[in-house]
């Protein structure tokens, strides 16, 4: 549950009208963005009566106390607010509607007094020179007050508002930055202050604020042009309807299922009516996100069923089309193999892109703190600073023509489906997957080689954390074996990059027909390298890639041995994708900090998952193929199943505790 706690300003208790103050209007604002559980700290002989648990305190040093004895007495996050701040209902509403893990705090106030901060991917870094000012709102996640338990700080020095920001930076917890560019808010002292303040966001047409903020500014180039140009009107109605962004995203789930449908029973002019269920599948689910800003009704469900459902989609169709290729005329081996291949090149980079992201967010809160490892050295890193300048200045010019050649050069996901749609229509199912796994290795090759580079430059351990056992996915294993002997910055990198090579020549392996002790040896040995360094200190500046590597690893090992055991090929399509989805909601919990996960011990970890493909494949090979497709299909079946269940349980856990 969460809480809010208001620290004492003397503007406060300026009044607006005859009926209200400062402080009453904030409450009830907080109140209505859904925190019931108000506290309000006064000084000795300044307090009034107000509708919220008041509370005495002497000075800033009591109000941290205070404060901690709040934060660290339930659960759910804790809100902080200043009492003289003036601001609308929509800017309140962005702090308090986070649902997710993340901190943060609201800056952009009109304020010249207000105390500058640095801000620098969207996290505000601590204090500084510039522009950007604090708002006097903020939030702490519950996963963050827990770290912030033993280090809670004694003295202010300052206000005690600044000091819960300087504990979290203390503390490397990154902090974002809540902004709602065009609406006033301000930290008054008078009353004729307040009413300016009003006057000046009331004259703004909210909803229209609301529409034009609900789209993504920087968003890609086949969303941009072809969603969003007219995406807003579904967005109105919608909202008009009465329809929350869950069902939204059931809506474009339905239509890519027909799709794939489609798709699946061979090329013919019914490609085209599956070209356009793709299309306006992936106008509602740009719908979906757009309805949760415009109606700021956001959900850590909400958020975490939107990623997940952009790859089951997208993983549906790969198997739409490979079954449809098939039907063709098309064989299976080929069809099929392409569409894992998509598959697992997707996932292999989508998880490098989420660890890529923590490096850089892990970077930028350790170098505000001056605790970088070193500066960068070497030419390599110095080639990494002069790509990572480029690249910022190339995204600066926004929808330049470079700006949009770096967008698209990755393969975002309307791109993708873009070309999906037309390539099955002109071309056929399996010239589309062919094409479309083309573009994902180009992809993968261009961010690769870049973001190794600013890597050496950025000097960051981003997987060297407490809780890596859990992102890498060991399960019991891993955890139950040796700590290895040999160590150093670059072993963990060495040995899952040697693994993701046997792993792949497994699978090359068992692609060209060798005998099946070939590629079975070859996944052993990638399982073996890649479990050796588990318990090793990950400090390395590469070691981001890991989580990666494991899910290259895993996904080879199984596809190798399945394909030496004669596996049925959508059941081993099938298998491979639930454990990529599993490994979606491992990223899930970081990008978007918001999973409903809580135990993940009963799926096994990638070393067990692998073993019992190896093992089933194996008995296959001495009696047949059918052995293996069961255990396959067993296996799917029970990964899907822990990993569904574990989704129930965290959200009818997180329902009652949001209900307490």
């Known amino acids: 549950m969460s809480r809010a706690v208001i620290l004492p300003a003397p503007g406060g208790f300026a009044d607006i009208d005859e009926d209200r103050t400062v402080l009453d209007r904030l409450i009830a604002q907080i109140r209505e963005a859904g925190c019931d559980d108000v506290t309000v700290l006064t000084r000795p002989g300044t307090d009034r009566p107000v509708k ?6 002497a000075d800033a040093d009591a109000d941290l106390a205070h404060l901690g004895e709040i934060a660290f007495s339930g659960d759910g996050p804790l809100f902080v607010a200043c009492a003289d701040l003036v601001a609308s209902q929509t800017t309140v509403a962005a702090v308090l509607s986070d649902s997710s893990r993340r901190s943060g705090v609201l800056v952009g106030a009109d304020d010249p007094t207000a105390a500058t901060v640095l801000v620098e991917r969207g996290l505000v870094t601590g204090p500084g020179p510039g522009q950007t000012r604090l708002g006097g709102l903020a939030k702490v996640s519950a996963a963050h007050l827990a770290r912030l338990e033993r280090h809670w700080p004694r003295q202010a020095r300052g206000d005690a508002f600044e000091g819960v920001l300087a504990a979290l ?7 974002n930055a809540y902004r709602t560019s065009g609406l006033e808010h301000r930290q008054v002292a008078t009353g004729e202050e307040a009413r300016e303040v009003i006057a000046a966001f009331e004259a703004v047409d909210m909803d229209a604020w609301r529409l034009k903020n609900a789209v993504k500014h920087d968003d890609d180039f086949f969303a941009t042009y072809a969603v969003s140009s007219w995406s807003p009107k579904l967005v109105k109605l919608s909202a008009r309807l009465g329809w929350t962004p869950t ?10 299922v027909a799709a794939a449908g489609i798709f699946a029973t061979g090329w013919s002019w019914w490609y085209l009516a599956a070209a356009a269920l793709m299309y306006f599948s992936f106008v ?44 063709g005329g098309a064989s299976a081996p080929a069809a099929w193999g392409l569409a894992i291949a998509a598959m697992a090149t997707q996932t292999v980079r989508h998880t490098a892109d989420t660890w890529y992201a923590v490096l850089l967010d892990t970077a930028v809160v350790r170098q505000a703190r001056k605790r970088e490892s070193a500066p960068p050295s070497g030419r390599a890193a110095h080639l990494g600073e002069r790509l990572g300048s480029a690249s910022e200045q190339v995204m600066g010019a926004h929808r330049s023509v470079l700006y949009w050649a770096k967008r698209t050069i990755v393969a975002p996901v309307g791109e993708r489906w873009l070309l999906l749609a037309v390539a099955a229509v002109a071309f056929g199912p399996q010239t589309a997957i062919a094409a479309l796994l ?109 989580p990666a590597g494991l899910r290259a690893v895993e996904l080879g090992a199984i596809c190798s041995a399945g394909i030496a055991a004669e596996v049925a090929w959508p059941v081993l399509y099938l298998l491979l994708t639930v454990i990529a989805l599993y490994f979606y909601d491992l990223a899930a919990g970081l990008d978007k900090a918001a999973s409903p996960v809580a135990r993940r011990d009963l799926g096994l970890g990638w070393p067990v998952r692998s073993l019992i493909a190896l093992v089933a494949a194996a008995v296959a090979v001495a009696t047949g193929p059918v052995v293996a497709t069961v255990v396959y299909g067993v296996l799917a079946v029970y990964v899907a199943s822990v990993f569904v269940g574990a989704v129930v349980a965290g959200t009818v856990r997180a329902s009652r505790a949001a209900a307490a």
């Open 52 to 57: 919220a648990t008041q509370l005495p305190s």
């Open 169 to 175: 930076h203390a503390r490397a917890v990154p902090v």
């Open 247 to 256: 069902p939204i995203t059931w809506v474009s789930i339905t239509l890519a």
């Open 284 to 327: 509602f689910d740009c719908v979906d996100g757009q309805l949760a800003r415009y109606t700021q009704n956001f959900s850590s469900f909400g958020g975490w069923l939107d990623m997940m459902a952009d790859r089951s989609k997208e993983f549906l169709i790969y198997a739409g089309l490979a079954a449809g290729a098939v039907a």
């Open 438 to 546: 083309c573009w994902q290795l180009l992809a993968l090759g261009y961010t690769t080689a870049g973001r190794t580079l600013r890597s050496l430059a950025a000097r960051t351990a981003a997987l060297r954390r407490p809780d890596r056992s859990a992102h890498r996915d060991d399960g019991p294993i891993a955890r139950l074996a040796p700590r290895a002997r040999f160590g150093g910055d670059m072993t963990p990198f060495a040995a899952t990059a040697a693994a993701v090579l046997a792993a792949g020549a497994a699978v090359l392996a068992a692609a060209l027909g060798t005998p099946p002790w070939v590629p079975f040896g070859l996944a052993a040995l990638a399982l073996v390298l890649a479990g050796s360094v588990a318990r090793t200190d990950h400090e390395g500046i590469l070691d981001w890639y890991i």
